[in-house]
């Protein structure tokens, strides 16, 4: 037996019939529905009440995560060289790997003779970030790292959010030393 669909026939032996439910009697009185989730709720509730202590989920912002691992993305920094200048060459390797297109550079002529480019201007809309991870994984320079452990920001307004070349030379790393293992 077939049957016709847009996309073409399929043959019964293909289709899976699956039950539908809520059609019983009870179902349709909703309320031993409703009578279930309560009584799911108060079960935890109770048990969390008996037990405080071993909660599961933190009392944040009181409570601060203290398991955060050095694997986790939190938000970018750039990294610098040993004589604290700036690792990142400005290859634009980063932003082209970038699949939320939310790296923006400009790059210019480095002066000090330890590469060809630099970043005149260097942003990331951390709005559009998805933190992925792409952008570290990208950087032959080790320039660009998400080891800060900073997992919460808060702004008024949109442009608090969009990091300048600045605030990310400033983000500390939270696991490792600061300094890039990008040739110096
Ligand atoms: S983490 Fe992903 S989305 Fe965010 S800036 Fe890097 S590459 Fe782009
Ligand atoms: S952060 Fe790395 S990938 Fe991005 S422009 Fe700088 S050197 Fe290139």
């Given at each position: 037996?077939?049957?016709?669909?847009?996309?073409?026939?399929?043959?019964?032996?293909?289709?899976?019939?699956?039950?539908?439910?809520?059609?019983?009697?009870r179902?349709?009185?909703?309320?031993?529905?409703?009578?279930?989730?309560?009584?799911?709720?108060?079960?935890?509730?109770?048990?969390?009440?008996?037990?405080?202590?071993?909660?599961?989920?933190?009392?944040?912002?009181e409570?601060?995560p203290?398991?955060?691992?050095?694997?986790?993305?939190?938000?970018?920094?750039?990294?610098?060289?040993?004589?604290n200048?700036?690792?990142?060459?400005?290859?634009?390797?980063c932003?082209?790997?970038?699949?939320?297109?939310?790296?923006?550079?400009?790059?210019?002529?480095?002066?000090?003779?330890?590469?060809e480019?630099?970043?005149?201007?260097?942003?990331?809309?951390?709005?559009?970030?998805?933190?992925?991870?792409?952008?570290?994984?990208?950087?032959?320079?080790?320039?660009?790292?998400?080891?800060?452990?900073?997992?919460?920001?808060?702004?008024?307004?949109?442009?608090?959010?969009?990091?300048?070349?600045?605030?990310?030379?400033?983000?500390?790393?939270?696991?490792?030393?600061?300094?890039?293992?990008?040739?110096?």
């Amino acid at each position: 037996m077939s049957q016709h669909t847009r996309e073409g026939s399929i043959t019964s032996d293909h289709i899976k019939v699956t039950k539908r439910h809520g059609n019983s009697f009870r179902d349709k009185l909703y309320l031993p529905a409703i009578y279930d989730g309560v009584k799911v709720t108060f079960k935890h509730l109770f048990k969390n009440l008996n037990n405080i202590n071993d909660i599961e989920t933190l009392r944040y912002p009181e409570e601060q995560p203290t398991d955060i691992t050095q694997r986790w993305r939190g938000l970018h920094r750039l990294t610098h060289r040993a004589d604290n200048s700036i690792a990142c060459v400005a290859c634009f390797m980063c932003s082209t790997a970038c699949p939320s297109n939310c790296i923006f550079i400009e790059a210019t002529q480095r002066q000090d003779g330890k590469d060809e480019k630099m970043p005149a201007s260097f942003f990331i809309d951390t709005l559009e970030c998805i933190f992925c991870g792409y952008c570290v994984e990208a950087c032959p320079c080790d320039a660009i790292r998400m080891d800060t452990g900073i997992f919460s920001l808060t702004g008024n307004k949109r442009e608090d959010f969009v990091m300048n070349k600045e605030q990310l030379l400033s983000h500390k790393g939270a696991f490792a030393e600061e300094i890039s293992c990008a040739r110096n």
